[in-house]
Structure formats: structure tokens, C-alpha cells
């Protein structure tokens, strides 16, 4: 399959307002800097959008959705990809494979946080699923209907680095050859090892939260909630068919 991406292209809910957003600054939003901003006030009303208040939410959404203890906050995301870059505080055997792994960590990382999509879905990536110029991936999601995501600067310069520094330098196993993601075995990245990384990294942050690829995806869409206040949109950027799925993982709502 190949791939390109007009930036033209009809874009459609919260994901297509941030990429719009992203383009027309130059996409000079990085995942730090997006979660960084989404955790203040006014960002989201830039894009046409009113900020929700404690008090128009029912107590139990404000406290699992807003607060979201359970959830990385923006500091521990951002932790949690300088541990990917730096392999600080990892053992010496880690450290050892890290050096081996760590601009592809970084780049699987970022892309989860950066997007929102599914553990699935980024296993599923081949190389021409990918349009750097056009800031986009192509996934297939559940049900397998194709979709475009978007994503900013941050995410394309950890791909770009990881095509150029790392998976180019690799020679994929028989069957593999078209995967973007592959272990050091040559195989494609599977979802198994995705989870142990997230966990790997994950354990140099904070030692009370069990973060996982599926808790990643969680913030992304409980920090679209937390600004915009509306379900049809956080549902859309996730991809999800059924609203009432994003009401109750993402949002929290009975």
C-alpha cells in the first residue's frame, strides 16, 4: 500500500482541530508541550472550544475523569519519554539493551502519547503507512477500516529518527520486511513487547501507578475530555464506533 497525505484533507472532530491548530503554528506542538497545555486553561478555547468547570460536571466524572489518579499526569509523562531517551536509572543489563532500543522506545512512546491509538494498531504499522511530510499515519482500526491520524512535530521527528538512525540499519526477518516496528530479532514489534516496555520505563516514574499502553491511550482521551467537554469528539480522535465505549473508559460517564 502506499501513502499520501493532503493536507486538505476533510478533518474531521478534537483531532482535526489540534492538526489544524499544529499546522498553522508549524506544528510547534510537541506531546510534552500538548499535554503541558491541555493541563492549563485557554488552549482548547483557541480551537473554538469552551472549557467545562468543576462545577457543570457531576462530582464522581470530575474525580475519576478530571483529577484521574490513576492516570500519568503531564510531568510523569514527560518522564516517561526522557527515561525512553536517556535509559537513566535502568540496570545494567537494561542499559546494555537500551542502547540497542531506545530511539525505537522513544519513537513507540511518543507515537502512543502523540495520537492515542491502539497497541494494536501501532503493531500494525508498515513503513509505507507513514507520510512524514503530511504529518499523518495510516491505521487500521477495529473492525479494519482504514483512517488517517495526524500527529505533530514531536511524533514526526521521533519516526523520522528512528526510520533514519535505527530501522534502516536493521535487517527484517522473512515476512517482516514491510513492518515499522521490528525487534531485535527482526520480527515485527509485537504487542506483548509494547507492554513490557511501557511497564519498563514506566517503573522509573512512579512506583504507585500501574501505567500501561491501554492507561496512555486513557490520558490522551481523558485530556480531550478534560478540555472540550464533548464525547462525539473524544470518540471520533479515538476511533471509536460506539460513543457510549469513550463515555465509559474515557469519560468516566454511567
Known amino acids: 500500500r502506499s501513502m499520501a497525505v493532503d493536507r486538505d484533507h476533510t478533518r474531521r472532530g478534537i483531532g482535526g482541530a489540534i492538526v489544524r491548530r499544529l499546522i498553522d503554528e508549524g506544528r510547534a506542538f510537541g506531546v510534552k508541550k500538548f499535554f503541558t497545555l491541555t493541563y492549563k486553561p485557554g488552549f482548547f478555547q483557541t480551537l473554538g472550544f469552551r472549557t467545562i468547570t468543576k462545577d457543570e460536571l457531576p462530582h464522581k466524572i470530575w474525580r475519576e475523569c478530571i483529577d484521574c489518579p490513576k492516570f500519568p499526569n503531564c510531568d510523569e509523562i514527560a ?146 475530555y478534560r478540555e472540550t467537554g464533548d464525547i462525539y469528539l473524544v470518540a471520533d480522535a479515538l476511533g471509536h464506533k460506539d460513543v457510549n465505549t469513550t463515555r465509559k473508559h474515557y469519560a468516566a460517564i454511567d
Do not use: W
Not at 519519554?81 to 537500551?98: F, N, Q, V, Y
Not at 521521533?158 to 522473512?174: I, N, Q, V
Not at 500501574?210 to 482521551?221: A, D, E, N, V
Open 79 to 224: 518522564m516517561l519519554l526522557d527515561a525512553a531517551e536517556s535509559g537513566e536509572k535502568l540496570s545494567g543489563r537494561e542499559l546494555a539493551m537500551h542502547e540497542r532500543t531506545k530511539v525505537r522506545d522513544t519513537a513507540i512512546l511518543t507515537l502512543l502519547l502523540g495520537t492515542g491509538i491502539r497497541v494494536s494498531e501501532c503493531v500494525g504499522l508498515d513503513l509505507n503507512d507513514v507520510d512524514l511530510n503530511g504529518n499523518a499515519i495510516r491505521v487500521i482500526r477495529k473492525g479494519g477500516n482504514e483512517a488517517l491520524v495526524y500527529f505533530g512535530d514531536e511524533v514526526e521527528h521521533a519516526l523520522r529518527t528512528y526510520l533514519d538512525e535505527e530501522r534502516s540499519k536493521l535487517e527484517p526477518a522473512e515476512g517482516s520486511e514491510q513492518a515499522l516496528f521490528i525487534s531485535l530479532e527482526g520480527t515485527r514489534i509485537s504487542a506483548r513487547s509494547i507492554e513490557r516496555l511501557v511497564k519498563k520505563y514506566s517503573r522509573l516514574v512512579t512506583t504507585v501507578k500501574k501505567i500501561t499502553p491501554h492507561k496512555l491511550r486513557s490520558t490522551f482521551g481523558t485530556a480531550l
